[in-house]
């Protein structure tokens, strides 16, 4: 399980409840060049020839290999117009993003994600798991929420790429009980028991810190519901 190490860097406000893990520097800045690009050509695939269109008129003259390996993080990223974002529905929780469900990562075109994947998936607490890519625009935000108890089971990771962005609980029995950290690129945490069933998340608009101000990629881990914990919880 993840230490609870640096807490007091990453803790803009409140006390951060038990069963809330994190690690404000788990993968390099290579590794984070890796999955970032891994995750934008996996959600680039999947959206409309419209888009892709006009993200390969935009893609600066950089081959991938440079990319990967020498261009700021934050380069990777195009400019929000390249991207198909969904406003989301008036009463939906994530505004301004893409997202999908992700059956298998592209490790033949991305020498350096095998090893990164591993070592994440070394500090999973258990091994049945889906994954989930959400890509939010430089003005996306996912508004306080509980994930849906049937939908997944007891523990989410979140991996943190691109633009810094902070995450606020607040408990379900005492909306006075807040706690917000910064997540900066490179992060996880692990929203586990308590905290998964008892807090709402939310990832904040941007405001006015320095690495705030573009887009931002998760990749959300959680385990797959067992019918035994279903009971349990809901
Ligand atoms: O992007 C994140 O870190 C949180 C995502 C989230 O709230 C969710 O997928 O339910």
């Known amino acids: 399980m993840l230490?609870?190490?640096?807490?007091?860097?990453?803790?803009?406000?409140?006390?951060?409840?038990?069963?809330?893990?994190?690690?404000p520097d788990f993968f390099s800045v290579s590794e984070q060049r890796t999955l970032l690009s891994a995750a934008l050509e996996r959600l680039d695939a999947a959206g409309s020839?419209?888009?892709?269109?006009?993200?390969?008129?935009?893609?600066?003259?950089?081959?991938?290999?440079?990319?990967?390996?020498?261009?700021?993080?934050?380069?990777?990223f195009l400019p929000d117009d390249c991207y198909?974002?969904?406003?989301?529905?008036?009463d939906g929780v994530i505004h301004n993003y893409r997202e999908m469900h992700l059956t298998s990562w592209p490790t033949a075109e991305f020498p350096g994600l095998v090893p990164a994947l591993s070592r994440l998936q070394s500090v999973l607490p258990s091994s049945n798991i889906q994954t989930h890519l959400l890509h939010l625009a430089s003005d996306g935000e996912i508004l306080p929420h509980v994930d849906n108890v049937s939908a997944s089971?007891?523990?989410?990771?979140?991996?943190?790429?691109?633009?810094?962005?902070?995450?606020?609980?607040?408990?379900?029995?005492?909306?006075?009980?807040?706690?917000?950290?910064?997540?900066?690129s490179g992060s996880i945490y692990i929203q586990s028991d308590t905290v998964r069933y008892q807090y709402k998340h939310s990832i904040l608009?941007?405001?006015?810190?320095?690495?705030?101000?573009?887009?931002?990629?998760?990749i959300?881990?959680?385990?797959v519901l067992e019918h035994h914990s279903h009971t349990n919880h809901s």
């Open 3 to 23: 230490s609870r190490r640096l807490f007091s860097l990453a803790n803009l406000r409140g006390t951060i409840p038990s069963d809330f893990h994190f690690v």
């Open 49 to 76: 020839r419209r888009f892709q269109k006009r993200r390969k008129n935009s893609r600066s003259k950089l081959n991938t290999a440079a990319a990967i390996y020498e261009a700021p993080l934050s380069e990777l």
């Open 84 to 90: 198909e974002f969904l406003q989301g529905h008036y």
């Open 153 to 184: 089971g007891r523990w989410i990771l979140g991996v943190s790429l691109g633009s810094d962005r902070i995450l606020r609980l607040e408990s379900c029995a005492n909306p006075d009980e807040v706690a917000e950290i910064l997540l900066p």
């Open 205 to 218: 608009r941007n405001s006015a810190f320095a690495n705030g101000a573009g887009q931002r990629m998760s």
């Open 220 to 223: 959300m881990i959680r385990d």
